[in-house]
C-alpha cells in the first residue's frame, strides 16, 4: 500500500432488493494502489457491492468517497469516466461481435468523418490479447469462443480502459491454471503502474496471494477487514460461513460396480480445421456409484467430450457409446435426458439459466411433463417439485417466485443442479460445476455429489482446478488436444502427474 489515506472510501451502503437485503450497511475503506481482496459466500453481497461501485447499481443508501469526494455514478460510464473498471463474475460479452468490437463496445476507435476505425481496433486489440498471453484474434466472434477465452476478452475489455481503480469480480473463474498465472503476470505489472484492485474470489490461495487486506462479508453484512499477514485461510473461511468447514473427501472408490455407461473409440470431426479432431479415439468406463474425472488444459476437449455424450456436439461423433449395456446415439439432448443422462453444462449464463423466468420455473423446466394437467402447468404441482431441489441444496432465495436473476452466481448453479436432479438421471455430466461457488457452497456440492453416488448415480465431472478433481474421483482421464494421454486410479494421481499428462502431446497425425 502507497499511503494510509483512503482513495475509495465506502460508508454504510445498504441495498434493498425484493424480499433481500443484499446489503446492510456495509463500510471499507481502500487505500491507493492496495490490491484489496472481497470474500464472502455465494449471496454474501460482494457483487452487489461492487456494482454499486461501478455504476450498474445507482440506487442505493449510504456515501461512497473517490480521492476525498463524494460521488454517485448513475451509470457505468459516469464510473469509467471516474477511472473505474470492472471485469464482471458473468460475462458482459455481446456474442455476435468479434473479440475487437466487445472490447471497444461503447468507446469505439472512428477515423475524422465519424466511421468506424476497425483497423485501429483490431490493432490495440491484438496488443491487449497479447499482454494476456491469448492466442483469440481479434476478428473471432465472440460466440464461438469457449468460456476461458470469453473471459479474457473481458478481461482485455477492462485494460484497455486504462483505469485507475479496476474492480476483479472472479476473473479466474473459467481460467486453466497457466491462464491464471498469465493473468497474475498482468496484475503485477498493474500494480507496478499503481493501479488500485478490488478483488472478489473464491478461491484462498489466490487471495493469499494477491491481497493486502481481506474484507468479509456474510448475508449483506461487514464482518471484518484483515491484514493478509495476519491471518490465515482456516480463519478468513471460518468468517465467511460461521463455522468451520471440515477437509472435504468422497467416501472412496465404487470402481467395481456395474458398468452404467461404456464409450468405445469415440472421435469427434472438425470439419476445416487444420487440426482434424476435436476428440480422438476417447475410451472410457463409469460405474454405478462412481465419480470419474476428466482433466486437461483449455482446448483439451473436457467440454466437447460431454456434449457427445449428452447430444449436443454440433457434429456427429464417431464410435460407440452404450448405456447400461445397450448402444445409444442421441441426435438431441432431449434424447439423452429420456434415456437418464443429464448434463450441467459450464456456460452457466448462456447454456444454463433462462434469465426471464423464476427460481421455481427455471428448477422444473426439465420435467414440465411432471407438473402439467392436461397439457397445463399446475402451479401447486410446480411448486412442489421445486421445493424439493432448492431445500436439498440450501439455494439462498427470497422463493420460487424471485427472478432467477436475483441469485448470486453460485445459487443459480444449485439451482440449475438441481433442475438435472429432478429427472433422476442414471448419469450426472457435471462441467466445471463450482465455478464461481464459494467454499461452503463447494462443500455442500461435494457432500451431495457423495450422496448421489451412495444412491447409484455414475457422475462424470470436469474441472479447472486440480486439487478439486483430486478431492472427487475415483479415476481421472487426462485428455490433451482430444487425446486420452493416461489414466489414474485416486492412489494415482497427483497434480503433478496429471499435469505430465495434460503435457503430453499426442503424435501428429
Not at 447499481?57 to 469516466?81: K, P, S, Y
Not at 466511421?115 to 481479434?138: G, K, W
Amino acid at each position: 500500500m502507497t499511503s494510509t489515506e483512503p482513495l475509495i472510501s465506502i460508508r454504510r451502503i445498504t441495498k434493498r432488493f425484493p424480499g433481500v437485503v443484499a446489503l446492510d450497511g456495509v463500510s471499507i475503506d481502500v487505500a491507493p494502489g492496495e490490491l484489496h481482496a472481497v470474500v464472502g459466500e455465494n449471496g454474501a453481497g460482494k457483487s452487489t457491492l461492487m456494482k454499486c461501485l461501478c455504476g450498474v447499481i445507482a440506487d442505493f443508501e449510504g456515501e461512497i468517497r473517490l480521492d476525498g469526494r463524494t460521488v454517485h455514478f448513475r451509470n457505468t460510464t459516469d464510473a469509467e469516466a471516474a477511472g473505474i473498471g470492472i471485469i464482471h463474475q458473468e460475462l458482459n460479452l455481446v456474442g455476435q461481435l468479434s473479440a475487437a468490437a466487445n472490447i471497444f463496445l461503447g468507446r469505439e476507435k472512428t477515423h475524422g468523418l465519424g466511421l468506424l476505425n476497425d483497423r485501429a481496433m483490431a490493432a490495440d486489440a491484438a496488443e491487449l490479447l497479447r499482454q494476456l498471453e491469448c492466442e483469440v484474434h481479434p476478428g473471432q466472434l465472440v460466440r464461438d469462443l469457449r468460456v476461458g477465452d470469453q473471459q479474457l476478452v473481458e478481461i482485455a475489455k477492462a485494460l484497455s480502459l486504462r483505469a485507475g481503480v479496476l474492480i476483479m469480480d472472479e476473473p479466474t473463474s473459467a481460467l486453466t491454471e497457466t491462464e491464471v498465472q498469465r493473468l497474475f503476470r498482468v496484475i503485477e505489472r498493474l500494480r507496478g503502474r499503481g493501479v488500485t484492485i478490488l478483488y472478489i474470489s473464491h478461491k484462498m490461495d489466490e487471495v493469499f496471494r494477491l491481497a493486502d487486506r481481506i474484507t468479509v462479508l456474510r448475508d449483506g453484512r461487514l464482518v471484518d477487514t484483515l491484514d493478509r499477514r495476519q491471518t490465515d485461510a482456516r480463519r478468513v473461511t471460518h468468517l465467511m460461513v460461521g463455522r468451520e468447514i471440515a477437509a472435504s473427501s468422497a467416501s472412496g472408490s465404487s470402481a467395481d460396480g456395474e458398468v452404467v455407461l461404456e464409450v468405445r473409440n469415440l472421435s469427434l470431426p472438425r470439419p476445416g480445421h487444420a487440426q482434424k479432431w476435436q476428440l480422438r479415439d476417447v475410451n472410457l468406463r463409469l460405474h454405478r456409484g462412481e465419480i470419474l474425472g476428466i482433466a486437461g488444459l483449455m482446448g483439451a476437449g473436457r467440454t466437447e467430450l460431454l456434449e457427445c455424450l449428452f447430444g449436443a456436439s454440433p457434429e456427429t461423433p464417431q464410435g460407440t457409446i452404450l448405456l447400461e449395456g445397450r448402444e445409444v446415439a442421441f441426435a438431441h439432448p432431449a434424447a439423452a435426458l429420456k434415456a437418464g443422462v443429464a448434463l450441467v453444462a459450464e456456460d452457466r449464463k448462456r447454456l444454463g439459466v433462462f434469465a426471464n423466468l423464476n427460481v421455481g420455473q427455471n428448477v422444473t423446466m426439465g420435467t414440465l411433463d411432471r407438473v402439467a394437467v392436461g397439457g397445463l402447468i399446475s402451479p401447486k404441482r410446480e411448486r412442489a417439485a421445486a421445493l424439493g431441489p432448492i431445500e436439498q441444496l440450501d439455494v439462498k432465495t427470497a422463493g420460487l417466485a424471485a427472478p432467477i436473476t436475483s441469485l448470486s452466481g453460485g445459487n443459480q448453479q444449485k439451482a440449475i443442479i438441481g433442475r438435472w436432479l429432478l429427472t433422476r438421471p442414471k448419469v450426472l455430466l457435471l462441467d466445471d460445476p463450482t465455478r464461481g461457488v464459494d467454499v461452503g457452497a463447494k462443500a455442500e456440492l461435494y457432500r451431495l455429489m457423495d450422496d448421489l453416488c451412495r444412491e447409484g448415480l455414475g457422475i462424470i465431472v470436469t474441472s479447472s482446478e486440480l486439487p478439486e478433481l483430486l478431492t472427487l474421483c475415483d479415476r481421472i482421464l487426462v485428455l490433451c488436444e482430444g487425446h486420452p494421454t493416461g489414466q489414474l486410479t485416486r492412489a494415482e494421481a497427483t497434480e503433478h502427474r496429471i499435469m505430465e499428462l495434460a503435457t503430453q502431446r499426442p503424435g501428429v497425425e
